[in-house]
């Protein structure tokens, strides 16, 4: 059964609200205006609108150092994710942990995480945490098809196994882990593939149909909280940009970032709205009308928000 | 005031945390039924069931990450490494996650982590089974670390660790479960960061962490009976580092030899040594010598480990040696 028509036109909003946020980033990123790195989210947004949508706000997530979308799906303030974005003192990590560490704790994202895998150890202790406290939480991993080479994801997915965590394992499989292929760097074509060993049921979907996400991660979520333990739901998707913003991308064809690019997450499911008359062009004009707005206060804000004082340096290191 | 071992006071501090605080649980390798490698957690399976103790597969990472993600959301693990040289596998979840979290969050995460695990040789187990690796997880900000040496220590020390809202590396000696102390009947929360005077004396401070106390006062004691008046200081925390009463002892003495059981080349000896002469060179009346392993592996046969590990005669060699008392030794 398809999400009521508010949900479905929400879902639709956050994906908008992820690719203009990324769009301004990237644009920022390359006239100096942001520092770092940035690792952009465009073209996977049906994947972190899709999962999120099946979760509570209490329900936490972990994310990855592409985790702007992540952030935005899970219900965090575009301000205060450019602000940190900019380093500034009203981020989310009051400019300390920037485009890579943004996480909005209250919202129930415990943050991105700049090493790869360690995000689905944190998930599991999250997901111990609920039953410790007799709560009904459950935690969502995200993760890239890159996370499956590491140690910590095997000795994650064993042990919330073995413990029957209600834990949710989503793998954004973008195909390159840098300018790694998959096809490179697993033996096997899915990484759905490996959950059987760990005795937890996978799926693969197609991560830009962000529908058949949301009912993946919905069963998974519903398998979690009801005491079924964890779930692997893995989608296929593509990342439009290079690992990051300015990374010449040796590795691929442009023929194959175009094939992917013409699978818009978004344009699909927009057609998807409009064909099973969900909404009208009009009600889709408003919305991408309100994204431009709050994309453009965001920056703004993050513009006009001051730098982190020095004494921020010191502050925070140990609590007292 | 009863006597009881290191190891029961461990214990009794984690039954009574456990019992304060439905919030608190422990996680680790063969601690279930079977008590741990070194029967700390003997008896609290039975006692508070599998979802407090939570007895898992070989995986050091995910015990620690997993803590991680459980203390940020809200409940306080005490993880166990069976060895402190497996810590080296969580490396990343104890560096890059724990320990940085409520930084890099901007204060809004925390993470009550605390990671017991023993460290130390003596006892015939090789390369990869005696490393004290204090001092890597001195040099990562946002970390306490501890290393009791006494069985009171031990239960106040792991009391406040584990109520302590940072995380910890709570530093166990596998020589020192069996040892037998004094430990007062009412609860002690002793404060991180407040080193121990295990003895008075007004010649030279020898400052030693862990078992190392225990070779320390045997040190003590044989100088005493050549005329030689050691203080001996416990520093107990390495993090947060209780230096005041370090300088306040070097600033009486003169003197200080430091020791303790890991490599003397970037160990904690050189951070105290570092801090005496910066603040205390005027005062000094020798130099500050460091009574340390040398920098190889442990070895495995009896003779060669005893080569590597610090002992009483080096302590009392390195006290003279301070005083001007013999010329220098090589320290291999």
Known sequence: MNPEPELLLAMYQTMLRIRRFEERVGELFLQGRIWGAVHLYSGEEAMAVGACSALRTDDYITSTHRGHGHCIAKGADTKHMMAEIFGRQDGYCKGKGGSMHIADVNGGNLGANAIVGDGIAIACGAALASRIKHTDQISLAFFGDGAVGTGIFHESLNLAAVLQLPVVFICENNQYAVSTAMKDSSPVPHVADRASAYGIPATTVDGNDVLAVYKAAQEAVQRARSGGGPTLVEGLTYRWEGHYKGDPEVYRSAEEVASWRAKDPIVCFQSWLLQNEECGEEQLTHIKGLVEDEIRDAVTFAEESPQPALDELHTDIYID | ?332
């Open chain 2, 1 to 332: 005031m009863p006597e009881m071992s290191y190891s029961e006071a461990l214990r009794t501090a984690l039954r009574e945390e456990m019992k304060r605080d439905s919030g608190v649980f422990l996680i680790g390798e063969d601690i279930g039924r079977h008590g741990g490698a070194f029967g700390v957690s003997r008896g609290l399976f039975d006692e508070f069931g599998p979802d407090r103790v939570i007895n898992t597969p070989i995986s050091e990472a995910a015990i620690v990450g997993a803590s991680v993600g459980a203390a940020v959301a809200g409940t306080r693990p005490v993880a166990e490494i069976m060895y402190m040289d497996f810590i080296t596998i969580s490396m990343s979840q104890i560096v890059n996650q724990m320990a940085k979290i409520h930084y890099m969050l901007g204060g809004k995460a925390r993470a009550p982590v605390v990671v017991r695990t023993p460290a130390g040789g003596g006892r015939g187990n090789a390369a990869q089974h005696m490393q004290s690796l204090e001092a890597w997880f001195a040099h990562v900000p946002g970390l306490i670390v501890v290393m009791p040496s006494t069985p009171a220590d031990a239960r106040g020390l792991l009391k406040t660790a584990i109520r302590d809202d940072n995380p910890v590396i709570f530093i166990e000696n596998k020589l020192l479960y069996a040892t037998r102390g004094e430990v007062p009947e009412e609860e002690i929360l002793i404060p991180f960061g407040k080193a121990d005077i295990k003895r008075s004396g007004g010649d030279t401070t020898v400052i030693a962490t862990s078992r190392m106390i225990l070779f320390a006062l045997q040190a003590a004691e044989r100088l005493a009976g050549e005329g030689i008046d050691v203080e001996v200081i416990d520093p107990r925390c390495l993090v947060p580092l209780d230096i005041e009463t370090i300088l306040a002892s070097v600033r009486k003495t003169g003197r200080a030899v430091i020791v303790h059981e890991s490599c003397e080349r970037a160990g904690i000896g050189a951070e105290i040594a570092a801090q005496i002469y910066e603040r205390a060179f005027d005062e000094l009346d020798g130099p500050v010598l460091r009574v340390a392993n040398p920098n190889v592996p442990i070895p495995f046969s009896p003779g060669l480990e005893a080569a590597a590990l610090p002992d009483e005669d080096r302590i009392v060699q390195a006290v003279k040696q301070t005083l001007g008392l013999v010329p220098a030794f090589e320290n291999g």
